[in-house]
């Protein structure tokens, strides 16, 4: 195959976040083959917007040299500038990272200086945000019509992007397993002592930013139910608080569980991913709402099975029984018949094997693949 010219356009180290990291995966892949310069942003959110840290210098495990960080967001001099960069390269294909009506300003004034003859693709990682957001699907639809191609993750997005755009060119592919935060350098054993768990303990994890779509406190409505099926089992919720953590630390002390949880709260650095992972049994996501999830395919990349709730496109990319369990959402019985049934029966072994047989449908190879296929460099096979 020719070696073609690729912009890719998106958050990449020291940004945070899974989206960042997708950015740092893909341009890895791609490379193999073409010729992709990374463009990212000099601003990203104003600060009055997300008053957060959106970088993270404390590890590099995704930094990409060659990144340039070219674009002000709401800086439509800045944009327009970018633009006439990017069309004088005349690059063969540009791959935007799509997943925020926010951007939609700035990717419309990119769009019209870039004009009709270079070819878009947008991985659409939301085509909608999991929170209502003014004007959002008016914003999505302006952006997204000037895309020649599109890549989802989820077949729930796939039927958001056709309410859009009843004709668009896309396909589905799996969010790839983000396997590169397992260093192997420590063991299981190791990674309990490191956070002061016992060997014989029965972990659970959720894990990330914690936010009300996320579902946090079915679990945590379950816990009195699972800790009177299984004994020595604890929760870890690993993540910074999106909101109020007083209220989830209310609800702990109402459902006398506060000896069963550890909250270890705060925004947790890309090197310090694989302990919690690594100690933990089974990985939780009680999700009321959701497109995809990257906490899956870490977890399927610590080879850890999951629990998922049956909302948006997390049950695409989980085998019931296999790799893990898919249960009703906002049901606190179901998320602990589920985790009863793991340890009771032993499953871990089993799921383990099953994990390990998906693991090139979740490779970044296939990812790089489907997109070639779907801009006709290369035939499906």
Same mark, same amino acid.
């Given at each position: ?166 004709? *668009?060119?896309?396909?589905?592919? $799996?969010?790839? =397993?983000? &396997? !590169? ?7 299981? #054993? ?108 870490? *977890?399927?990349?610590?080879?850890? $099975?999951?629990? =998922?709730? &049956? !909302? ?7 085998? #019931? ?61």
């Amino acid at each position: 195959m020719e070696k073609k010219k690729i912009v890719l356009i998106g958050p990449v180290y020291p940004y945070k976040g899974g989206i960042s990291h997708n950015t740092s995966l893909l341009y890895r892949t791609l490379s193999k083959k073409h010729d992709v310069r990374l463009i990212s942003y000099k601003m990203q959110y104003p600060k009055l917007l997300f008053r957060k840290e959106q970088k993270d210098y404390q590890s590099d495990l995704f930094k990409i040299d060659s990144a340039e960080f070219l674009i002000h967001t709401a800086n439509p001099v800045n944009i327009v500038s970018v633009g006439k960069q990017i069309k004088k390269s005349s690059p063969d294909l540009i791959i935007i990272q799509w997943w925020h009506p926010y951007f939609a300003p700035c990717y419309r004034i990119l769009e019209g200086v870039l004009g009709k003859k270079i070819p878009i693709l947008f991985i659409c990682h939301n085509v909608l945000p999991h929170e209502s957001f003014p004007l959002d699907k008016q914003l999505a639809r302006a952006v997204l019509k000037k895309g020649r191609y599109y890549v989802v993750h989820a077949e729930s997005d796939a039927e958001e992007l056709l309410k859009l755009l009843p004709r *668009a060119d896309y396909k589905r592919n $799996p969010l790839p =397993v983000f &396997n !590169v935060f397992k260093s192997g350098n420590i063991t299981g #054993e190791e990674a309990r002592k490191m956070i002061g768990e016992g060997q014989d303990a029965k972990l659970l994890l959720f894990f990330g930013f914690v936010r009300e779509y996320k579902g946090l406190k079915y679990l945590l409505k379950a816990m009195p139910l699972i800790k009177r099926q299984t004994e020595k089992v604890k929760l870890l919720v690993v993540g910074s608080f999106a909101g109020d953590k007083e209220d989830y630390m209310q609800m702990l002390r109402e459902e006398t569980i506060e000896d069963c949880v550890k909250v270890i709260d705060g925004y947790i650095p890309d090197n310090e991913i694989e302990k919690y992972f690594l100690a933990c049994d089974l990985v939780v996501l009680p999700y009321v709402s959701a497109t995809q999830s990257g906490i899956v395919q870490i *977890a399927y990349g610590f080879e850890k $099975p999951v629990v =998922v709730t &049956n !909302v948006g496109g997390l049950p695409d990319v989980v085998k #019931e029984g296999r790799t893990g369990y898919v249960v009703a959402p906002e049901n606190a019985q179901a998320l602990a018949e589920a985790i009863r049934d793991f340890f009771e029966n032993g499953r871990y072994t089993e799921m383990k094997e099953h994990i390990c047989q998906q693991a090139e449908c979740f490779s970044w190879d296939r990812m790089g693949e489907t997109i070639e296929e779907l801009v006709g460099w290369k035939k499906e096979v």
